[in-house]
T-cell receptor, first 110, second 116 residues
Framework: DAKTTQPNSMESNEEEPVHLPCNHS???????IHWYRQLPSQGPEYVIH???SNVNNRMASLAIAEDRKSSTLILHRATLRDAAVYYC???????????FGAGTTVTVRA | GAVVSQHPSRVICKSGTSVKIECRSL??????MFWYRQFPKKSLMLMAT?????????EQGVEKDKFLINHASLTLSTLTVTSAHPEDSSFYIC????????????FGPGTRLTVL
């Protein structure tokens, strides 16, 4: 499986943007970039996914580098409810399995 | 969004007993369900993939006789931890994929298993 690298932790102030980087230098042409987040003591929650183009949804934006070797999840205005572990995952287009790495723990200060 | 439930949310059992955990898709049909295990402060580890009506596919290192998975209907999958021991204590999480949902998996809230 292709691997991703994320910072262990990031801190943000409430109502400020959060930029979460993810490196995936060994990404293949059939890999989709997925982001999930996990709040304490809960199952993960889908955030966003993309292949080549930048993507926006109600939760976040995903900016994908032109060479696809890195991506950035953007939370536009962090709230206390956004405090979670954020996972950047590469999913092969040929199957549906998700391989979770260590993720980035996001802390939001009031 | 689609909802996945798990039952029970917490279970405490004695060593040597078997425990069954249910995973249900409440408002959609799940052609594929996945089972994960998560130890404290660690990431999720995929245990197995199950497709409705088929035998589960287990990840390397996961004992299929220890962790019995049944996916008898499009809305229900069960994980049975047989002859549980303290090292099986963990957070077990299922996820489900709807046939028409190509990219998104919906996760259950998890089941906390403690084996005494």
């Amino acid at each position: 499986d292709a691997k991703t690298t994320q910072p262990n932790s990031m801190e943000s102030n409430e109502e400020e943007p959060v930029h979460l980087p993810c490196n995936h230098s060994t990404i293949s042409g059939t890999d989709y970039i997925h982001w999930y987040r996990q709040l304490p003591s809960q199952g993960p929650e889908y955030v966003i996914h993309g292949l080549t183009s930048n993507v926006n949804n109600r939760m976040a934006s995903l900016a994908i580098a032109e060479d696809r070797k890195s991506s950035t999840l953007i939370l536009h205005r962090a709230t206390l409810r956004d405090a979670a572990v954020y996972y950047c995952i590469l999913r092969d287009d040929r199957d549906y399995k998700l391989s979770f790495g260590a993720g980035t723990t996001v802390t939001v200060r009031a | 969004g689609a909802v996945v439930s798990q039952h029970p949310s917490r279970v405490i059992c004695k060593s040597g007993t078997s425990v069954k955990i249910e995973c249900r898709s409440l408002d959609f049909q799940a052609t594929t369900m996945f089972w994960y295990r998560q130890f404290p402060k660690k990431s999720l580890m995929l245990m197995a993939t199950s497709n409705e009506g088929s035998k589960a596919t287990y990840e390397q290192g996961v004992e299929k006789d220890k962790f019995l998975i049944n996916h008898a209907s499009l809305t229900l999958s069960t994980l049975t931890v047989t002859s549980a021991h303290p090292e099986d204590s963990s957070f077990y999480i299922c996820s489900a994929r709807e046939f028409s949902s190509y990219n998104e998996q919906f996760f259950g809230p998890g089941t906390r298993l403690t084996v005494l």
